[in-house]
């Protein structure tokens, strides 16, 4: 417990002396002096008994689908300059052994801060990155809808007589996921076959789709970015869109996304132009 925390970027903003009780990590002189607090101060029983709420609430939001969200969070807060205004000593573990007079009153000040901070944060910054991505996604992002029903119909097949045909079943069924905005369910498959079959840069196109819906857009960003070369203009010219859709959205290398856009608005063939011209404008 003498440990300090490793500072803003560690993804374990959140452990503090009441996620080692949970954990059952705290030594038995440390849980002696903790349940005495927790018996005898209503303040840190409140702000105990909120803790707990707050973490039985992360985790049936799902574990993976919030830490992806935190990272985004912390990715917007750091760019932002949040935690170059913290000063070092505010990452500092407290010491339980402490048996100073002030020791359980300082845990429950931290722990209220801590808790206040990071979880406020999140929740705010959170649901204002969700409206934004709700609305830029309902007015700029299009359902590939036929293009999933041709791919599918390519890819049915009849029999076991196509060594390919697991491949394809797979892909179909991502794709029927996809259909129905099952992200969570696409992704997993999509990435599977991206990683065995790493030449079929349709499956990629999709996968970097399913990360954009899912705004995780680190991981969209990295994998369309990788299409906007590619040989089919058809992959290229959406891929380089999404790039610059999730590139405005997350609000990063904005002079990049000005020359894919405007790359975009420039090229008779896009089938972008338009909206390239109305995200160009968000994006100045």
Do not use: C
Not at 50 to 74: C, M, S
């Amino acid at each position: 417990m003498g440990n300090e925390f490793e500072g803003p970027e560690s993804n374990n903003l959140s452990h503090i002396i009441f996620d080692d009780y949970l954990a059952q990590n705290l030594s038995n002189e440390e849980v002696i002096l903790f349940e005495n607090k927790l018996n005898t101060d209503v303040d840190f029983k409140n702000a105990y008994t909120e803790h707990v709420l707050i973490t039985n609430r992360i985790n049936k939001l799902g574990y993976n689908q919030l830490k992806r969200k935190l990272k985004n969070v912390q990715n917007e807060l750091k760019l932002e300059g949040y935690f170059e205004s913290l000063q070092p000593s505010t990452y500092k573990r407290i010491n339980p052994l402490d048996k100073t007079p002030r020791f359980l009153n300082i845990i429950a000040l931290a722990a209220s801060i801590l808790i206040f901070v990071v979880v406020i944060s999140f929740l705010f910054k959170g649901q204002n990155r969700y409206s934004t991505h709700k609305d830029m996604m309902t007015k700029f992002y299009k359902h590939p809808i036929e293009k999933i029903e041709t791919t599918i119909t390519a890819l049915e097949t009849y029999g076991f007589a196509d060594p390919a045909k697991g491949r394809k079943d797979s892909l179909i069924m991502a794709l029927n996921f996809f259909r129905k905005y099952e992200w969570e369910k696409a992704l997993p498959i999509l990435t599977e076959l991206a990683q065995n079959y790493p030449n079929e840069f349709q499956v990629k196109y999709f996968l970097g789709l399913v990360y954009l819906n899912s705004s995780d857009y680190n991981q969209s960003i990295k994998i369309l970015e990788a299409l906007t070369t590619n040989e089919d203009y058809e992959i290229k010219d959406n891929s380089r869109y999404y790039l610059a859709l999730s590139r405005t959205i997350s609000r990063s290398n904005k002079q990049d996304t000005d020359r894919i856009l405007n790359e975009i608005v420039t090229d008779t063939n896009s089938a972008w132009v338009e909206q390239a011209k109305e995200l160009r404008k968000l994006n100045r």
